[in-house]
């Protein structure tokens, strides 16, 4: 921490103007590793309620885009009509295991550990978290990585590539029909990516990954079900592969678009991300945003390790275990109950202690100094 670290003053007494704001250039809005915070509580020692903004533009559209996912949500929709009333059963539980591995691909390998750097994997793990990564089919790891290091240093300005403050529906699937704005890609080519370019395992999905995505995503999950259960190639098209991916990237989108916008803010009322249950259950624990914005090094992405919502710590944990995972990150409980006390908006359940999700491991870890009997 540095020796001049220092928190900011109420909202009411900081200064109107701010000298840096001017420059069209989007500026530093947010923390990406814990390197970058500039106070004792994980934070920036500016404020920068006041750098979030979206440049009034008319978007330049990606006609393709658009196309392609008009037809993946008709397919779905079809595709969700298919498994209510014809498809097997063994079809029904093969989406699934695909969407539970796709979203472990993302959540446990392209975020938390690429992006975030917030534990370490051994090649095994990595290999199988590349695997489950290519069949969500989200673009290369690389490629998402590097894009949600830009999303978190500086969110929502025009260099966050799901920029919020354009709406609900630009920060959920709008950003993907539109070109990039130029201070994402300007912001991107600025980020040193030489730890991800040191990932053997990384870059081969990189340089073969229209190879490699095409097959994971579609034609084995399409033909699995026709050759070993003896589905319909329909259904096996418009369930197992339509329904499930286009389920997998809605619900994935929700963290960008719904927990931005719905739930509480414990850790950070000045910032839009929020804490949401419902984002959470469907995405395997990154849901709780509001708290992966403040201390995003965290490898649960939360406060707790409460694995009902957040099977994507279970899966890590279970790793760590066998030594495949390690040198997992997390933040001091002194530090999380500053920001809270600081900067929450008062709902966070007695800072800790006492939190309904607290785990036993959790409540064991806990030193209780100068002790008194009951």
Not at 106 to 120: D, E, F, Q
Not at 274 to 303: C, I, L, R
Not at 321 to 348: C, F, M, N, Q, S
Request: proline fraction near 5%.
């Amino acid at each position: 921490m540095p020796p001049n670290a220092a928190t900011l003053p109420p909202p009411n007494t900081l200064p109107s103007t701010y000298p840096d704001i001017d420059d069209k250039s989007s500026k530093q809005t947010g923390v990406l590793f814990e390197a970058d915070a500039d106070t004792v509580d994980g934070a920036l020692a500016t404020d920068i309620r006041p750098l979030k903004k979206a440049e009034k533009r008319k978007l330049a559209l990606v006609w393709r885009n658009i196309i392609l996912f008009g037809y993946l949500h008709l397919a779905a929709l079809y595709g969700g009509y298919l498994l209510l009333f014809q498809a097997k059963w063994t079809t029904i539980a093969f989406a699934f295991a695909l969407y539970s591995m796709g979203m472990i691909g993302i959540t446990g390998g392209a975020h938390r550990l690429w992006a975030h750097r917030s534990y370490k994997a051994k090649w095994p793990m990595r290999l199988i978290l590349i695997i489950f990564n290519t069949i969500a089919f989200q673009d290369a790891a690389f490629h998402w990585a590097r894009d949600h290091r830009v999303h978190h240093k500086y969110s929502e300005t025009d260099a966050d590539p799901h920029n919020a403050t354009r709406g609900f529906f630009f920060s959920h699937v709008g950003w993907l029909l539109c070109k990039k704005h130029p201070d994402v890609v300007a912001k991107g080519k600025g980020l040193d990516l030489s730890d991800l370019r040191a990932d053997p395992i990384l870059m081969f999905q990189k340089r073969h990954y229209m190879i490699l995505m095409p097959l994971a995503c579609f034609i084995l999950p399409t033909l699995i079900p026709v050759y070993y259960w003896d589905e319909s190639l329909l259904n096996a098209w418009f369930v197992a592969t339509m329904f499930r991916w286009c389920f997998q990237l809605n619900t994935t989108w929700l963290v960008n678009s719904a927990a931005h916008k719905f739930g509480n803010r414990p850790y950070d009322k000045t910032i839009n991300p929020s804490q949401t249950a419902m984002v959470a259950f469907f995405t395997f624990g990154e849901g709780w945003h509001n708290y992966h914005h403040v201390f995003p090094w965290d490898y649960k992405t939360s406060e707790w390790g409460n694995y009902s919502l957040n099977l994507t710590t279970a899966f890590i944990d279970l790793f760590a275990k066998i030594g495949w995972a390690y040198d997992l990150k997390t933040v001091a409980p002194d530090t999380i109950e500053r920001r809270v006390r600081r900067l929450g908006d008062g709902t966070h359940e007695i800072w800790g202690w006492g939190d309904k999700d607290i785990t036993t491991e959790d409540t064991q870890a806990v030193l209780l100094v100068n002790k008194m009997a009951d």
